[in-house]
């Protein structure tokens, strides 16, 4: 069975959810995705892993670097999903990276000549754990800000919260 618990933060309440044994989600609430938890699932605030998720965005958004790894997750996609998300955990905190970079690294990884980066940034898109997997971290080339599941201004003030130099980041032409 599911179990959610919402949380505040400086950016919105933050839907978590967990299996019982692993953390399997991070997002941004919405109303769609407040409609379906009521649904079919269970708000649990007293899980432990969960509590302990809501302790580590306390201390992320306090201005710590807190330890990922003291939070078990577990995550449902395709290996290139997986493999995706792996290379960007490895992004340090206050640095920023491209999708062509994640692409080269994730084809060297699978032993392929070359990988498309909106192919990276398509699983990028399905990344279940937002901030715990720093895909805020990654911009297109030139600084250009593309793609956020929380939104671009989501996405500039957590990298301004990390001490990203942001005021060259290229918003993308209306």
Not at 28 to 53: G, P, Y
Not at 54 to 78: I, N, Q
Not at 116 to 124: D, F
Request: net charge positive; aromatic share 6%; charged share 25%.
């Amino acid at each position: 069975m599911d179990l959610y618990s919402l949380t505040d933060s400086p950016l919105g309440t933050l839907l978590l959810r967990s299996d019982g044994e692993n953390l399997t989600g991070i997002d941004f609430l919405t109303k769609e995705l407040l409609s379906k938890i009521e649904q079919t699932a269970h708000l649990d605030a007293n899980n432990e892993l969960l509590s302990r998720t809501k302790d580590w965005l306390t201390d992320y958004f306090a201005g710590l670097e807190p330890d990922v790894s003291v939070l078990r997750t577990r995550t449902t996609g395709s290996e290139f999903a997986k493999v995706v998300w792996s290379e960007i955990s490895q992004i340090p905190y206050g640095q920023t990276t491209t999708y062509r970079d994640i692409a080269v690294k994730c084809a060297k990884r699978l032993g392929q000549k070359s990988m498309s980066s909106q192919a990276v940034g398509g699983a990028i898109g399905r990344n279940p754990l937002v901030i715990l997997v720093p895909c805020h971290r990654v911009l297109g080339q030139n600084r250009q800000l593309t793609g956020y599941s929380g939104g671009l201004d989501r996405k500039v003030k957590l990298l301004e919260h990390e001490g990203v130099a942001v005021a060259n980041l290229k918003y993308p032409k209306r």
